[in-house]
């Protein structure tokens, strides 16, 4: 049975000392679930009774491409209007209660592990009919059109249903659950589950052009970000620059996991438009 962490909100007691494990730098920066409390929410447009802890946002000179949220919608809540800019594609993932999605005229009714693409300017509204809170990542990109390649269409699935594809000479200790073909390159972002038994490894430090937003759904590890090893677990975030190097040991005694965004299949950007 899959398991799936979420904000622990609330505050400290007024005796907990303030020292933690967040790290902001040049090349990386870590949020531990420890700070993601009540008092750093954000309310949005045309959302009701729903905050949301906005973990990445496009940063010049950092990462520009992406922005991650973590929604909290109460019973009776949600939106009709959720997505003010036409241009920008989405990807909703639930982690805990059910979300009800109509998305380009259909209803779909979504519980932990539904995984969901929006493309842009898509018609979609979600809301939460039941009696209690409905939890959910969702990550939001600018879509790259180009000339000659159709845009992707919308889907609605199930972690669950999906069979993780193990990454080779790793002996099945290191997976993907890949929710789109890499081939398709109507994508110009992928958002994944990443798998590891516990003492898998990723054996060499990953330096390439993406940019990642790393959510931490189960487990622990020591993950290496730039020149630090830094010890993660269920409920934190990493958000990591280009070139980040970067690897991990599964540390714990159970699966980790973590749900990874990159942006994929374009040239880079060459000049501001």
């Given amino acids: 049975m899959a398991k799936y962490s979420k904000p622990i909100a609330g ?9 933690d494990r967040a790290i ?4 990386y920066i870590f949020i ?8 750093v929410t954000s309310s949005l447009p045309h959302w009701d009774k729903t905050r949301a802890w906005i973990l990445a946002r496009p940063l010049s000179g950092f990462a520009e491409t992406f922005a991650q949220y973590i929604m909290e919608v109460s019973p009776g809540g949600g ?11 989405g990807v909703l993932f639930i982690v805990d209660g059910t979300l009800t999605l109509k998305l380009e005229g259909k209803r779909h009714t979504m519980k932990p592990g539904g995984y969901a693409y929006i493309p842009a300017g898509a018609e979609w509204a979600a809301t939460n009919s039941s009696k209690k809170p409905v939890t959910f990542h969702w990550v939001r ?16 699935t199930q972690e669950q249903d999906i069979k993780p594809i193990d990454m080779p000479d790793t002996d099945g200790k290191w997976s993907t659950t890949r929710f789109v073909d890499p081939s398709d390159l109507r994508h ?21 052009v993406m940019e990642h937003g790393i959510f931490v759904l189960e487990g622990q590890a020591v993950y290496r970000l730039n020149n630090d090893w830094v010890e993660v677990e269920a409920g934190d975030f990493m958000w990591l620059r280009a070139f ?4 991990c040991y599964a540390a714990g005694s159970s699966r980790f996991r973590y749900l990874l965004y990159k942006d994929v299949n374009r040239h880079p950007e060459l000049w501001k438009r």
Avoid at 11 to 16: D, E, F, R, V, Y
Avoid at 32 to 39: S, T
Avoid at 79 to 89: I, K, L, M, V
Avoid at 144 to 155: A, K, N, R, T, W
């Fill in 11 to 19: 505050l400290p007691p007024q005796n907990q000392l303030m020292t």
């Fill in 24 to 27: 902001f730098n040049e090349a």
């Fill in 32 to 39: 531990p679930k420890g700070v993601m409390r009540d008092i």
């Fill in 79 to 89: 939106s009709t209007n959720p997505e003010t800019d036409f241009g920008a594609q």
């Fill in 141 to 156: 990109k600018a879509y790259e059109e180009v000339e000659g390649i159709g845009h992707p269409q919308s889907f609605v």
């Fill in 188 to 208: 110009d972002m992928h958002v994944n589950i990443v798998n590891f038994e516990p003492g898998g490894i990723i054996p060499f430090a990953e330096t390439h």
């Fill in 244 to 247: 980040c190097p970067q690897g």
